[in-house]
């Protein structure tokens, strides 16, 4: 990680050196002290995650006697397999299967709600506009926890209790995260395509189609991975709702399956839980340049 | 915006533009919005508070109106309310400042030109990427587990380590760090402030003898207020809804050290089904932070000069 570069001081080492070359070497030297200081920082921010993937291919003993090490002395992958099979009866396929689902049709709602909501507040104008959207921003701000009480209570009257609905239903109206994005940058684009298309007689659906959404992919793009991490380490709502381990999610499955009062291979729960993290992991070095982007013009929390 | 189809006389375009509001067409689109916002949203905020007053428990089959006796036990009889109330309010005290010093230091260290800072940006990032995971979670119950890393590696200079998930006065200090450690979001907010930052201000600072310090007390801190106090308001609130950390690696234990406020309604309303009283702590909890965001934004209007460009 810590590529030191000293390029520029070597030069300047025999000759009498010039006010610039000083400058030059001091460069040089701030260079490569930068980079061993923010280096070594970056690798003790990383040091816990290699820790935990070095540690799930450590035999049992080894992740005791060995602890501090990321490259395990003995590979032992069996921690993997041994992980897999889960607990009672249930292996982590089904986990995964049920979280892929969630987290894929979650996004997919999400995401194409959000867009539809955004366009309608950044394009259309309609009397309330202004207090629908302050209400949107506000619910921002929103605990969970003064929502989730009655809606738990009227899902389990339906008889939703261990059904996807108490999870898919809510997010049919899109997320104001995401609206508060997508509107922002729907205002980013010109509004000369839009007139055009309403001379021509165009509706503000056949715009929204036609003209807004084909240039919205980057924001699209930024809102599902967002959509799909958060739902995938989504943790409160399934614990409330899944009670049936054939439906557990991969983060109650790891919950269940660390129990520290129940499970005592700590190799197969390193090996589940950094598994756990690759999905997520794999967004991130993709798209990183979309994360960067939504973090830094939104201020969405990570 | 698109109100300038430029062709129309000035008296129709006018009337076209009070009529012209396409009021049936915007209420469509926001429409899965507004529906999902009444449902689930605006419906059980207010049945919750109508909850505040009962003593609703499913397990019981009760749910009368009792006034005000769920506040009077909250505020007045129930000790563990108020050990949760101290644990949050210690946690959000000591977690917030912290995450966003780490993140301005690590910001201004990152915002250069020089070769790498997209590796060391990703770096620092990336454990707040998996940091809401309950795989991160469960890492850091065995770090600091007891015969756990921390402890390993204090062993290995001859220390004798506690047994800090199971001790009242470190376990809360376990939470913190974990959250100190995942300061990646306000970091790319302040790296995207920094960047803002006009170059010839420091210029001219330096042209007039500044050092780094004054340039940092004078010019930095100043042009970046917005944003820390941004900042401040989202930390705190995520911080006051911290769950999912303390229920995994402390349970909330020892001795309520770290049950915090969100956990503490988790277990009222869906271990014992105290969904009244529950519901009573939650609104509590609303008001707090509408207060202490309206307190914020309130102060917010002496730094802050937002673009008069606000949505019309």
Known sequence: MATIKSSDSVISKSRMTTPKEVWYKRKGVQTVLYHLFVGLAAILMLYPLFWLFGSSFKPPDEIWTNQTAIIPNEFYPDNYPNGWAGFGGINFEVFYKNSFFYAIVGTLINVTASCIVAYGFARVKFAGKRIWFSIMLLTLMLPAQVQIIPQYIVFTQLGWLNTWLPLLLPRFGGQAFFIFMIIQFIRSIPTDLDEAAMIDGASKVGIFYRIIMPQLAPAIVTASIFSFYWTWDEFLIPLIYLNKPDLYTVSLALRTFSDPSGQTDWGAIFAMSGLSLVPVFIIFVTFQRYLVEGISTTGLKG | ?312
């Open chain 2, 1 to 312: 915006m698109a109100e300038s189809v430029i062709t129309l006389p000035k008296t129709k375009r006018k009337k076209s533009s009070k009529f012209g509001q396409h009021n049936l067409v915007g209420y469509l689109f926001i429409s899965p919005w507004l529906i999902t916002f009444f449902l689930f949203t605006f419906i059980p905020l207010f049945v919750s508070l109508i909850l505040a007053f009962t003593d609703f428990n499913v397990l019981a089959n009760s749910g009368d109106f009792i006034g005000l006796d769920n506040f009077n036990r909250m505020f007045n009889e129930d000790r563990r309310y108020w050990k949760s109330v101290y644990a949050t309010v210690k946690y959000v005290v000591f977690a917030v400042p912290l995450r966003l010093i780490f993140a301005l230091a690590v910001a201004m260290l990152l915002n250069t030109t020089r070769r790498g800072i997209g590796i060391y940006r990703a770096a620092f990032y990336a454990p707040s990427i998996v940091g809401g995971s309950i795989a991160v979670a469960v890492m850091w119950r065995e770090i600091f587990g007891n015969e756990g890393l921390v402890n390993f590696v204090l062993g290995l200079v001859g220390i004798v380590g506690p047994n800090w998930l199971g001790r009242p006065e470190t376990a809360i200090w376990t939470l913190i760090i974990l959250a100190a450690w995942q300061f990646g979001s306000p970091m790319l907010i302040f790296l995207a402030g920094l960047k803002n930052i006009p170059k010839a201000l420091y210029e001219s600072a330096e042209i007039d003898g500044a050092n780094g310090w004054n340039k940092f007390r004078h010019i930095t801190i100043p042009m970046l207020t917005p944003i820390i106090f941004f900042n401040l308001i989202m930390q705190m609130i995520s911080g006051f809804m911290v769950f999912t950390q303390a229920f995994i690696i402390t349970g909330g234990r020892p001795l309520d050290t770290t049950l915090f406020y969100a956990l503490y309604i988790y277990r009222r309303a869906f271990e014992n089904f105290e969904m009244g009283y529950a519901s009573a702590m939650a609104w509590v909890m609303l008001l707090v932070i509408a207060i202490l965001t309206a307190v914020v934004f309130r102060s917010s209007s002496y730094w802050v000069h937002y673009e008069a460009d606000e949505g019309n």
